[in-house]
């Protein structure tokens, strides 16, 4: 399937994302749901929607496993059957991959996949709890270390081997949030400068405030189709045209390098090998920014740069809305938020806008090919999607 | 495909079941996953291994989440992406279909799919907590109910509805315990009379302790190929000719019906459909009998019998090793144990082993299609498989 697209996406969805205490998990994915429909009216959602994957980490926010089926329901499109994939913050770039197998599989011709996490009920030690058992709960968690902490090892070390600065890692802080004002859904729509970054207090050195993503609300979701019917549905499909999955272990403590995820690079070889494709045709990316570090590594290991010149590759400006590779348009996990279950179809959310030039005043003129990258964990699972304007 | 066979099965392993206090739930896993390659030495795990995807119900028991590639890592099998499926306790046949997927949509050709659930750390009162997320929580659980008492309520209606006897429920308990007492990996290894199972006490009125499943530690797994590269591996595949899936409401209370499930009327119907079979072809089925009164529902939804004779089904001996159509000669859940995301893809191992004449003293002499039916909750998910000797 070489350079050919493997599925299409007639249409997405988003809820608002933030700290939205009136609404519960199920309540934000119906939101989601609605604008997809909103979008398309071709779609009959009964008739048309023959599946739904779903991508959530935790069933501890709301005490609630079981939830595909549960959100087919509330997504008013029982009798579709329902499955739940699930690679913690990487779970629905998983259900947007699983939904593109059960197309080319020919079983089912339109599906919906999305995700959704209802985080900011739990206090912030609950959550900090709930979150950490993506790491390695013997060998990690119950050694007293958190996700800020395993990605601060990661800054650590290659701040040590490359001479990343904090003020590299700030200045994604900076763009990030800048783009995220732009951004009506966005949990922050507030700028911040480079001063008030590096002012922040430290959550885990050399990782301050700012460097960290938000705790927040929401939900996402995409519909797929086959590639022959796409336009049955629009005029203006975009194709998936690469997907790719690599698994690491789960300790850091494991890995062959802490400067750099396998996981990430082996997704984004099969993704680009796939698209037949390279880093240079990338016109536009969403990926990983858990924290400022994971998108700075995301820039070496997507071959944006090379290796250790993550730094350099912000400092010039180059991911900025008016650089030559504008990434997380829509302000990343940094500022539009992070309700990791939603995290990966909310990427191609945005891409999906920008592709159809939708993105308002995000908008990246021209852009015809784009990217997304979505961690799960300390970067045990990583999946990576090529898109296509139609 | 309608008639034709969609992938092979060329290996399956089953880790022992029960209160296994010293092994971690990856442990379990790795010995099912060992088992598999023992039975088949011309898989080289590192090189044809492509793909994981495994089931389990909650990061709760063992406090671990993401647990995908930590397998992955732990059946010795990295760099081979792995996703988790999640629909309660049909999570493992979650991650058959969805493997199934994988090999029809052409990106993998051999894949492992499995499941795992390490449910006896937690006290009695923890684990009832935990299974009940996977029942509505602010709709049941919040208001009391757990599942015992979910599926109390369609015995009580079943009995209202049709006359079935709280003996003839326990016929099933007899027969499970019978076939559990002849299967070395069963979690309880002993035959009971009907009348222990009348004399035990109630847990949920009309269902008493011997009308409910086990809670147990255990891992299941099954190695998946294409169809064309089948006999690579080995001389006997099995072949998967069917697999539906269905799913409704979460809420018991929203159901249409409460003596009938509707999402495994409709996972049946696709699935025989696809395999161009009807009920009558069916020599060998393992279905999801966490209480008695679902496997008795399951001989009417499936086809086995008309509606509201499932009683007289037991009654006549039809499902026992002896019968026309034995069911659960594993032991089902109520004997060889219920260790919830294992469950699926045990069952499968069952049908592996009856199609390759393997079950030792369970054997079904002749038996060549078998049929697996695995619940999640109280019926919101089915998945039902359909396998043919190769």
């Known amino acids: 399937m070489k350079g050919k697209p493997i599925a299409a996406i007639v249409s997405a969805g ?44 935790s069933e501890s926010f709301e005490h609630q496993g079981h939830i595909a089926p549960m959100l087919s329901d509330w997504a008013g499109l029982l009798p579709a059957p329902a499955i739940r994939t699930e690679i913690a913050c990487a779970s629905s770039a998983a259900a947007l991959r699983t939904g593109i197998f059960s197309l080319l599989s020919g079983i089912y011709d339109v599906v919906l996949v999305g995700g959704l996490e209802k985080m900011t009920k739990r206090s912030t030690v609950e959550t900090t709890e709930i979150l950490g058992m993506a790491a390695d709960y013997p060998f990690e968690q119950w050694n007293g270390i958190t996700f800020p902490g395993l990605f601060a090892l990661m800054a650590t070390a290659h701040m040590h081997k490359y001479g990343t600065t904090e003020q590299q890692m700030g200045l994604i802080a900076v763009k990030n949030h800048h783009n995220g004002a732009l951004n009506p859904k966005a949990h922050m729509q507030k700028e911040v400068t480079l001063e008030t970054v590096m002012a922040s ?22 519909i797929l189709t086959k590639l022959e019917i796409a336009k049955r549905f629009c005029d203006n499909p975009v194709y998936i045209i690469g997907s790719g999955h690599g698994s690491d272990t789960l300790s850091l403590y494991q890995r062959e390098s802490l400067t750099s995820i396998k996981a990430t690079r082996n997704a984004a070889k099969e993704a680009y090998n796939m698209a037949d494709l390279k880093p240079e045709d990338i016109d536009v990316a969403e990926v990983h920014d858990c924290f400022t570090i994971a998108e700075l590594i995301a820039y070496e290991d997507l071959g944006f740069c090379p290796p250790g010149e993550g730094g350099k590759f912000i400092e010039k400006g180059t991911p900025t809305l008016e650089g030559d590779l504008p990434v997380n348009t829509s302000g990343g996990l940094k500022a539009k938020g992070h309700p990791v279950g939603a995290t990966g179809t909310a990427q191609v959310y945005e891409i999906y806008l920008q592709l159809t030039e939708q993105a308002e005043k995000r908008q990246i003129n021209g852009c015809k090919i784009g990217l997304t990258q979505n961690l799960g964990g300390s970067g045990a699972s990583s999946i990576v999607h090529i898109f296509r304007r139609g």
Chains 1, 2 share one sequence.
């Open 14 to 57: 988003l809820s608002k994302f933030g700290k939205l205490e009136n609404y519960a998990g199920r309540e934000l994915f119906a939101e989601a749901v609605y604008e997809a429909f909103e979008r398309c009216p071709k779609i009959d959602p009964k008739k048309d929607i023959k599946a739904i994957f779903v991508g959530m980490m």
């Open 201 to 222: 207090r430290t959550v885990a050195k050399p990782l301050k405030l700012y460097d960290c993503s938000l705790i927040s609300d929401g939900a996402s979701c995409v």
